[in-house]
């Protein structure tokens, strides 16, 4: 077998492993890179190795930066089966639309607004080839094997968010683990991820390879945010990921108010795909911990911003109240409009709640940036900006340390680490190297391991 390295290699976005043996190519995951400008460049770069080419991809899980580029990948020829779980089939279904949309409108914008350096700016793909693309997804339940070629697969729980999988892959002997996004063993929404099987090699995520996530309580935390901000007489703004994350906060948001610990104000969720991924998590209950009666009472108390007028609309209600919305990074959405009416207001907040990938506006207001730049206007950041690290839904370094030992992998595995900037990939080997026998590398990008 031979697997290069396409993506997610010394960065943490653009998920991509091509894994070949003399009759078969198969695509592991798909996915767009994000953040730095450099970064995003290679989504328009021409495809690496004539990917379009493969005969089939198998996604662990939906994130747009694992599953986003695969319209790419359909608009050049590509016509072959996309393995995953049946979760993620159902959250593709909403994110890829909602992706060429996103791209659609923000070309526009920029033509009206004469904001790009091209006279004809275009999507990297638009609704309608994403739309096509969806035909392509097969769906797969957890542990049921299933070949294509000569490779053998398997899917296993990884927890993260609903459908998220660790791909197992088999040729002649040698078996090797991808692990997809690995998620926590005591997450509040997710069910721990599964320990590997035997395998003789793994592709180790690293998102968190140089953090430990905060021991404090994240219901508290949320807590004296949502007060200080009341207080105030601000508006939290709350950038959040609309799978996993959005259904998360209003879940601990409703919690809080059922419980008196926070007052009971207007939320917002100003984001059709979140609408649409909290419905289908609802629906999809048994592979996370909450209840359907929790799904309920989460639908029932928080205001559903489905169309663009009621979205226009929260700019009319009268502080405090709470607005979650896309994107999670503030690099697009709708929280950039709630950004023009509020950022500059120093009795507003903005809570960011997960990982911040450099170069994107949420890194920057974290990393104390005065002005941050908005559809081509700089807009002054007065607002409080917070961080509530322990929702993540990746495991730290330890935490993945500790699923590695719970696994059956032999002493001497070979692990190569991805999906992690350079210093946490570093860190994430030094740590591997100090407590366990592992062979431990980090993946380089576009470097090829022969098998």
């Not at 607004?113 to 097969?138: C, F, I, M, Q, V």
């Not at 799978?243 to 610990?261: D, I, W």
């Amino acid at each position: 077998m031979r697997l290069t390295f396409l993506g997610a290699s010394e960065t943490v976005t653009g998920s991509k492993y091509l894994l070949e043996t003399e009759t078969t190519r198969v695509l592991i995951d798909c996915g767009l890179f994000q953040g730095y400008k450099w970064l995003r460049e290679r989504n328009w770069q021409p495809l690496p190795l004539g990917i379009n080419e493969v005969d089939a991809v198998v996604l662990t899980h939906a994130h747009l930066d694992h599953s986003g580029f695969l319209p790419v990948l359909y608009e050049h020829g590509f016509r072959g089966r996309v393995y995953t779980h049946h979760a993620t089939v159902g959250l593709c279904q909403i994110l890829w639309p909602d992706s060429g949309r996103i791209q659609e409108e923000d070309a526009k914008f920029y033509k009206k607004h004469r904001l790009s350096k091209h006279a004809e700016p275009r999507p990297l793909y638009d609704e309608a080839t994403a739309n096509a693309a969806l035909k392509l997804l097969h769906g797969i339940n957890y542990d049921a094997p299933f070949s294509v070629g000569d490779i053998q697969f398997q899917l296993q729980p990884a927890g993260h968010i609903l459908g998220a999988a660790s791909v197992v892959a088999e040729h002649q002997g040698t078996r090797i683990a991808f692990s997809g996004d690995v998620g926590r063993p005591n997450d509040i929404m997710m069910k721990p991820p599964r320990p590997l099987p035997e395998v003789d090699y793994v592709l180790l995520e690293s998102t968190y390879g140089d953090r430990r996530h905060d021991d404090g309580d994240p219901w508290q935390q949320l807590a004296e945010v949502v007060n200080e901000t009341a207080a105030a007489g601000g508006v939290l703004m709350i950038p959040s990921f609309a799978v996993g994350r959005a259904q998360l906060l209003q879940h601990m948001l409703v919690t809080l108010m059922a419980e008196k610990r926070i007052p009971r104000l207007p939320i917002f969720l100003d984001s059709p795909m979140g609408i649409q991924v909290s419905e289908l998590y609802a629906e999809q209950h048994d592979y996370h911990r909450l209840t359907q009666q929790q799904c309920d009472a989460a639908e029932q108390q928080v205001i559903y911003s489905r169309s663009v007028e009621d979205s226009k609309a929260i700019a009319k209600q009268g502080a405090p109240h709470i607005i979650i919305a896309g994107s999670g990074m503030a690099t697009g959405g709708r929280i950039l409009h709630h950004f023009k009416h509020w950022l500059g207001d120093h009795r507003s907040s903005v809570l960011f709640s997960g990982h911040q990938a450099g170069g994107t506006r949420g890194a920057k207001m974290l990393q104390g940036n005065e002005r941050i730049k908005v559809h081509g206007e700089w807009l002054p950041v007065k607002a409080r900006i917070r961080q509530l690290d322990g929702l993540s839904a990746h495991a730290d370094y330890a935490q993945l340390g500790d699923w590695l030992k719970q696994s059956a992998l032999p002493q001497q595995v070979k692990i190569y680490l991805v999906h992690g900037e350079p210093d946490a990939l570093e860190a994430m080997s030094d740590y591997l190297k100090q407590t366990s026998s592992y062979d431990v590398h980090i993946a380089a990008y576009r470097e090829v391991l022969h098998f």
